[in-house]
């Protein structure tokens, strides 16, 4: 019985893993491509996606191997002459499922020990990527928001229209309201991005456009100013890959049962107090 499954398991497992592989792949083009990633940057990239990749395809392979092996039994009338020879159907499913039993055993270990950190380490690097070059994780006709290493200053922009090989923008919105006292929008035609030489401040190079400023600090404050060219440098946004290896939040699916467990009694004794309280 073992073996009528080993065959169909295998396959089953090959052909889902494939084309699982195939859509990480596609997607992993433009990160490799777009942003220069180095060899060994896109094989870790590959291998954290390889993770879910298992945890997903293992469970189905099994469904399509135990289909395939007691479809063929019953198809070729096996079952049935087993049953005449005074072989119950019950006692077939004795070597199916102790072999079940052991591979479900084995998955809760790598979901529970793999899956979560690698889950955690595959959306570090992502955030890491993404954090490489905004220009090109910016997308059109969305508030897209602009977040410098300090964190203290922080734009919103939109755009109709972005040129993500020749960096350029359309129809462009930037809300900066990092000041308390003066909120600032700016409208322009176009738009180009560059980096400095250093791959650190990204300069945004606005043409045909208008400045709105509201002065919070007096009654009445408001000022338009008109430009055929204004450069906005937003300082610190950073062009080099930092890889970090932790040190973030993790959610559900980065933490094993310990973490889980811990996450729930924290949750727990937070509610607890907040009902004293």
Do not use: C
Not at 21 to 43: F, H, Y
Not at 96 to 123: C, G, I, W, Y
Not at 133 to 157: A, C, H, W
């Amino acid at each position: 019985m073992l073996r009528q499954h080993l065959l169909p398991f295998l396959l089953g497992l090959s052909l889902i893993v494939f084309v699982l592989v195939i859509d990480v792949v596609l997607q992993m083009l433009d990160q490799v491509l777009g942003k220069g990633l180095s060899a060994a940057l896109a094989v870790d990239l590959f291998i954290y996606n390889l993770a879910w990749i298992i945890a997903l395809a293992v469970p189905m392979a099994v469904l399509v191997s135990v289909l395939m092996a007691y479809g063929r039994l019953a198809a070729d009338n096996e079952i049935l002459a087993l049953k005449a020879s005074g072989i119950s159907f019950s006692r077939l499913l004795i070597p199916t499922l102790l072999a079940a039993t052991v591979l479900a055993l084995m998955m809760v270990a790598f979901n529970d020990q793999v899956l979560p950190e690698s889950n955690h380490r595959l959306k570090n690097l992502l955030v890491d990527i993404g954090r490489k070059s905004p220009t090109l994780e910016l997308r059109e006709q969305i508030v897209n928001e602009i977040k410098t290493e300090s964190g203290v200053d922080d734009y919103f922009m939109t755009a109709d229209r972005i040129d993500q090989s020749a960096n350029t923008l359309e129809q462009v919105t930037i809300f900066d309201s990092n000041s308390s006292i003066r909120k600032r929008t700016t409208y322009a035609a176009k738009g180009e991005m560059a980096f400095n030489s250093e791959k650190t401040d990204l300069y945004l190079t606005l043409f045909d456009g208008v400045v709105h400023e509201v002065q919070t600090d007096r009654v009445g404050g408001f000022q338009r100013v008109y430009f055929d060219k204004q450069i906005i440098p937003l300082r610190n946004v950073g062009n080099e890959l930092e890889r970090r290896f932790g040190g973030m939040d993790r959610s559900d699916r980065e933490m094993g049962f310990k973490l889980l467990n811990e996450s729930v009694s924290s949750r727990e004794a937070e509610l607890d107090s907040v009902r004293f309280d």
